[in-house]
């Protein structure tokens, strides 16, 4: 996943300073269960030292921007960021809020449902709410 985004963000011409390379790694870091930007700025600041708040805010909006990732906004939660853009549904803890993904079984073709449904489909959020198996164990 790290290399994709990096791969992209070259595309876009961003220049991959060791702050915004901090910063991606803990995006792709799976044991991490889509961090928040707070969460994101702690870990990145283990990586590089030189690294304010205000600096991943702009980043992370900036990768949203393009589409190299995604931003789950919630209610009565901090936003949440992925990397994994690829279709799939998003587990989400209502105890410890660790977000999981999970591969969906069947894939759409996109083309194939805007001719079916008439409807051009520019961006999903599939959420199941529940407790993971770390939490069902308490
Ligand atoms: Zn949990």
Known sequence: MK???IKKMKEQGFKITPQRAAIIEVLADETL???GA???YR???KKTKRLGLSTVYATLNELCRLGIIKMLEFDKKENRYEGNINPHINLICKNCNRILDYNLPVSIDPKEFLKKSRFWVTDTRLEYYGYCRECRKK
Do not use: G, V
């Open 33 to 35: 269960h889509h961090p």
């Open 38 to 40: 707070n969460d994101i």
């Open 3 to 5: 290399t994709s985004i």
């Open 43 to 45: 870990q990145a600041r």
